[in-house]
T-cell receptor, first 113, second 116 residues
């Protein structure tokens, strides 16, 4: 079965700084990979996904992620963080014929002014 | 923009009581899901529902849980006899019909269930 690890429970950055959130997955074949964001009081919103093709994926709100098969990673990046990016970020992996994602425990992003 | 809604936003109940969590999926969606997130833990899949029947469920979704689409708009999750460990945030999601390609799941804001 597939699994996801998000090693950082909390990340604190200053507004305008760059951001990288880590995600490692475990799955025997090429996975489907996702990043979701959850703002306070909101549902989970899909930021971006990877299925195949270009390993650098662009998403909404200026986010991107890079699939690195050799490292089993799918890290999320943003060059300049805004205060409104403060939220909980979830990495997820889907596999096989099921499109039900398996989620990581999430990383809470705190943005200092 | 269409969105998934959930009611109530917070439900407090006594252990052993039945609760029904309600969701209104996006109107043209045909796949429906429930997930839960115990505080500080991962978001976990519970069940998926399509064409008026369960299409997939996790080991968490035992006989205490049931889902129903009682009318054309609501999708409910019932917990028959709540336990303390059922305290969690419950998310509903829906997705549009599709064949081989993945269809994005749209999530509601969640219902926080507290069992006392």
């Amino acid at each position: 079965a597939q699994s996801v690890t998000q090693p950082d429970i909390h990340i604190t950055v200053s507004e305008g700084a760059s951001l990288e959130l880590r995600c490692n997955y475990s799955y025997g074949a090429t996975p489907y990979l996702f990043w979701y964001v959850q703002s306070p009081g909101q549902g989970l919103q899909l930021l971006l996904k990877y299925f195949s093709g270009d390993t650098l994926v662009q998403g909404i709100k200026g986010f991107e992620a890079e699939f690195k098969r050799s490292q089993s990673s799918f890290n999320l990046r943003k060059p300049s963080v805004h205060w409104s990016d403060a939220a909980e970020y979830f990495c997820a992996v889907g596999a096989g014929g099921s499109y039900i994602p398996t989620f990581g425990r999430g990383t809470s992003l705190i943005v200092h002014p | 923009e269409p969105e998934v809604t959930q009611t109530p936003s917070h439900q407090v109940t006594q252990m052993g009581q039945e609760v029904i969590l309600r969701c209104v999926p996006i109107s043209n969606h045909l796949y429906f899901y429930w997930y839960r997130q115990i505080l500080g833990q991962k978001v976990e899949f519970l069940v998926s529902f399509y064409n008026n029947e369960i299409s997939e469920k996790s080991e968490i979704f035992d006989d205490q849980f049931s889902v129903e689409r009682p009318d054309g708009s609501n999708f409910t999750l019932k917990i028959r006899s709540t336990k303390l460990e059922d305290s969690a945030m419950y998310f509903c999601a829906s997705s549009a019909p599709g064949l081989a390609s993945y269809n994005e799941q749209f999530f509601g804001p969640g219902t926080r269930l507290t069992v006392l």
